[in-house]
């Protein structure tokens, strides 16, 4: 089952995220900052 707080991809660019990451690695977007929305299941 997918984490409720983790992004699929990038609210920056819309790279796609590994559940652990921080930053978004193409733009630079701090993934803590933005609104965490669930995961498409």
Do not use: H, I, K
Not at 16 to 26: A, I, K, M, N, T
Request: with cysteine; net charge negative; aromatic share 2%.
């Amino acid at each position: 089952m997918p984490r409720l707080d983790q992004l699929s991809a990038c609210p920056g660019c819309g790279e796609p995220l590994e559940d652990d990451d921080r930053f978004c690695g193409v733009c630079g977007t701090d993934l803590q900052t933005v609104g965490r929305a669930p995961a498409p299941a």
